[in-house]
């Protein structure tokens, strides 16, 4: 215990202050700082495209963190995808689906990346498989878009439409994705599309 002084209009009070409590406050304020410098790094963990953008580009760090890049090409402005509400699937296999977003922890022990899949109604029929390609950390993929060059419209874009993580039998970790093309020009008039939900 010590004592601590103040001046009021009263004059000079002396009070009783406890350092262990001091101490205990001075601590808890460290802690709090701590904790709210941290909530951003937890938040980084999960990457979403959301309902009304598609996923076109995959970044891999060099730590096996995936990055997920998103875009809204002109003829899906209007357009919206069916979505999970949490990233907790395995994988996107579904041909009507695409991954939406992941989460993934940092750094190559973590076994599992969980997925978010966003079903599109008709991306079956009015796309095509492309092909099944491999990503390693420290590369980078994006999908190509198709314009018409008299109107610079965008006529059809690449779909990354699964994407599996694998570890090899001497624990590295590479990836798998799924991409197709998906062509605008097939697609009907969004006035004529109901939308059943909003992801939020």
């Not at 076994?111 to 491999?134: K, M, N, Q, R, W």
């Amino acid at each position: 215990m010590f004592n601590s002084r103040f001046v009021s209009s009263f004059g000079l009070i002396s009070f009783p202050v406890d350092i262990d409590y001091f101490n205990g406050l001075v601590a808890f304020c460290h802690i709090s700082v701590i904790i709210s410098l941290l909530i951003p790094i937890v938040l980084y963990k999960g990457e979403y495209c959301g309902e009304n953008k598609i996923p076109f580009g995959i970044e891999v760090h060099p730590n096996a963190q995936p990055l997920l890049h998103c875009s809204r090409p002109s003829c899906f402005e209007r357009r919206y995808a069916d979505c999970d509400d949490r990233a907790q699937r395995k994988s996107c296999e579904s041909n009507d689906s695409w991954v939406g977003g992941f989460e993934k922890g940092y750094g190559n022990h973590q076994p599992f990346v969980f997925y978010l899949c966003c079903t599109f109604e008709g991306l079956a029929d009015h796309s095509s498989p492309l092909y099944h390609t491999i990503i390693k950390p420290g590369q980078y993929f994006e999908g190509e878009e198709q314009v018409e060059e008299e109107t610079d419209t965008v006529i059809s874009f690449d779909v990354i439409t699964d994407f599996k993580m694998i570890r090899s039998t001497n624990l590295s970790i590479f990836y798998e994705m799924a991409v197709r093309r998906l062509r605008c020009y097939e697609l009907p008039p969004v006035d004529r599309i109901k939308r059943t939900r909003r992801w939020p």
